[in-house]
């Protein structure tokens, strides 16, 4: 069975100390890792895809990174409106929709 | 800027009603998924669409939910009856089956079953 694993659950950090968020997957042929943010009463918001071992993106603060077993979220110098909960999700061989972790709830204390 | 709608937003209904939710996805997109989040659970995927067609519902509890979409700008998830352990926040997202495959997800609504 795919499975998708989130660590820490939760993470409380001080503004300005980065740290990183884990997704930890086993899927058969994986076709994309996604990381999506989420607000209070808001749905997911897409931040990133990521689709081979050793690829990165980065927007603003915020830096993924993909090998063949798990991605990390890398926070560099988080401010408090970065607080939410992040998601990660993997979509496997197919015509299968995404699988989800049950996130990590990132708070980030001024 | 484009985005999922849904509506209502909040829905507070006795056990037994029915409830209905609707979703208009993203102007384009051909795929549309209905998920169920809760604490316990997370997010859960409870049925999907491809082209208006349904693709897989097998996370419904059959004998009480239904999704349907009756054209590409109106997606339908309904509840007949309701239940206490319905409630829970349950979004709607949409994307294409191209490349990336990204998902946009709307607001949600928020159910509450007494």
């Known amino acids: 069975e795919d499975q998708v694993t989130q660590s820490p659950e939760a993470l409380r950090l001080q503004e300005g100390e980065s740290s990183s968020l884990n997704c930890s997957y086993t899927?058969?042929?994986?076709?994309?890792l996604f990381w999506y943010r989420q607000d209070p009463g808001k749905g997911p918001e897409f931040l990133f895809t990521?689709?081979?071992a050793g690829e990165e993106k980065e927007k603003e603060r915020l830096k993924a990174t993909l090998t063949k077993k798990e991605s990390f979220l890398h926070i560099t110098a988080p401010k408090p409106e970065d607080s939410a909960t992040y998601l990660c999700?993997?979509?496997?061989?197919?015509?299968?929709?995404?699988?989800f972790g049950k996130g990590t709830r990132l708070s980030v204390i001024a | 800027d484009a985005r999922v709608t849904q509506t209502p937003r909040h829905k507070v209904t006795e056990m037994g009603q029915e409830v209905t939710m609707r979703c208009q996805p993203i102007?384009?997109?051909?795929?549309v998924f209905w998920y169920r989040q809760t604490m316990m659970q997370g997010l859960e995927l409870l049925a999907y669409?491809?082209?208006?067609?349904?693709?897989?519902d097998s996370g419904m509890p059959k004998d009480r939910f239904s999704a349907e979409m009756p054209d590409a700008t109106l997606a339908t998830l309904k509840i007949q009856p309701s239940e206490p352990r319905d409630s829970a926040v349950y979004f709607c997202?949409?994307?294409?089956?191209?490349?990336?495959?990204?998902?946009?997800f709307g607001p949600g609504t928020r159910l509450t079953v007494t």
């Open positions: 997202a949409s994307g294409l089956v191209r490349g990336a495959y990204e998902q946009y």
């Open positions: 899927v058969s042929g994986l076709r994309g």
């Open positions: 990521l689709y081979s």
């Open positions: 999700a993997v979509r496997v061989s197919g015509n299968t929709p995404l699988v």
């Open positions: 102007l384009g997109h051909n795929t």
């Open positions: 669409f491809r082209n208006r067609a349904p693709l897989d």
